[in-house]
């Protein structure tokens, strides 16, 4: 068996995806509050925002690397699952079927 499969495809995955998603409205929201406040003087006010515009463009390019590394390892994933699949397709079915049963009596607790 493929352990390849369980390390690629775990919840701290799905929390990477909602941790990028959640930081994509953080940076929305702050671009938002700095055109809001370009028109508001001060030197200071003028510094603050250069450094936070800078900060969010260096964290918009680490968020995107990390999007794409993501993305990346999902499709190795579901590769490495297709060519298990296509390989042993039995043992798929068996495995695909008693996943199924657990479900079905997890569902039927109920």
Do not use: C
């Not at 690629?8 to 990477?16: F, G, T």
């Not at 450094?51 to 999007?67: C, H």
Request: aromatic share 2%; glycine share 8%.
């Amino acid at each position: 068996m493929n352990t390849n499969l369980s390390a690629e495809s775990n919840p701290v995955d799905v929390s990477k995806e909602q941790l990028i998603n959640d930081f994509k409205v953080v940076v929305t929201d702050a671009e938002a509050l700095l055109k809001a406040t370009a028109g508001q003087g001060g030197e200071a006010l003028a510094s603050t925002r250069a450094k936070v515009l800078e900060s969010l463009t260096a964290a918009k390019s680490k968020m995107a690397d990390a999007e794409a590394a993501l993305l990346a390892r999902t499709k190795a994933a579901a590769k490495a699952t297709d060519e298990y699949v296509h390989g042993h397709p039995w043992q798929a079915i068996g495995i695909a079927a008693s996943v199924g049963v657990v479900v079905g009596l997890l569902i039927g607790r109920r």
